[in-house]
DNA sequence: TCTTTACACACAATATATTGTGGTTTATAA
DNA sequence: TTATAAACCACAATATATTGTGTGTAAAGA
């Protein structure tokens, strides 16, 4: 590992320790040459995991916009980011574990109003109105409907 | 380090090398609850370098700002991204080895310079045009003409 | 098409990173 | 102001990653 000052290749490791999540490891090294310490990170390469969306195009599966869409329906929510941060994280993580390479929007769609349902039932609902494309009102109400009468069974899994 | 299918945290190393120039290693690890196989990358945690620009303001060194510059600089000028980008990673070591957190811009612009007149005279000139901010014309062929009677002296450092 | 380059895979010997423990400092939250 | 959490530091015992060597394959360029 080629030292950030002096750029000899010669380097050692004085500490190492998961991150928290285990997602990624931090070291602490030390040049051999010029004595210089720094940090890396060690992090998963990600393996491109790729949406199939509606119309049949593929694109990359992007953490970015999904968080950017999660945020949108929770505004003015008083949800902390890193909620919706381990949101996208942990949907990631069932994708990969579930499909192979290539996921349909829909399915990434369903998963995502699964999770928000927990968290917040209007956020569910601004995300919903969205990704379902509800055609009227009538339809928006519908799914308000649906949520009202199945809000005293609170924590339970709809069958 | 968490396996990004099954999300357990213990993984083993099967194969590490060291990249090209050294700057990150690559490894190959498998998970040992579900045996997939993933590849991670170590990098350098870039320690936050700090330019100061003309009107005193500070902001953070932007690799990719300098090489948007650079590209400009070498429109049609048929040389390869990664030649600019070999010279944006000796900038940043050279900033790095010589000043501690804090470096002038118009540091940054003379090294660039420097370099940069090694690889292209005419990206030079455009680069020098736009950093110098020539008032006009005539400083700018001056400049021109300082090169060409350089041209000769081919490889050496002027005084 | 042929060549080159990059990545994945396997194996064995040895050097080196890891881990626990515990202390310090710094920044942020309460 | 006082907690709390991160990052940094040190040390020692041991497990684990590294390294060379070599093969195969797929992608990219000539």
């Known amino acids: 590992m080629k030292c950030p000052y002096c750029g000899e290749p ?3 490791v004085l ?11 931090r070291r602490r090294r030390q040049c051999v040459s010029c004595a210089n310490r720094f940090t890396t990170m060690e992090k998963i390469e990600e393996e491109p995991l ?15 916009k999904i968080l950017k869409g ?4 929770g505004q003015k929510r008083n949800i902390p ?14 994708l ?8 349909p929007a829909d399915s990434i769609g ?8 927990k968290i917040d039932e209007v956020a569910y609902v601004r995300f919903a109105s969205v990704f379902r494309q509800f055609p009227d009102v009538e339809a928006f109400k519908a799914e308000l409907d649906e949520i009202l009468k199945e809000t005293g069974e609170e ?3 709809p069958g």
């Open 10 to 12: 010669d380097t050692r």
């Open 15 to 25: 500490d190492s320790r998961a991150t928290q999540d285990s997602s990624a490891i």
């Open 50 to 64: 790729v949406v199939i969306k509606r119309d049949g195009r593929r694109e990359l599966f992007d953490h970015g």
């Open 70 to 73: 999660l945020l949108l329906a």
């Open 81 to 94: 980011l890193s909620r919706w941060e381990e949101l996208v994280g942990e949907l990631e993580l069932e």
């Open 96 to 103: 990969r574990s579930s499909y192979v390479k290539e996921v």
């Open 110 to 117: 369903d998963i995502i109003l699964k999770k928000l349902r």
């Open 155 to 157: 924590g339970q899994e």
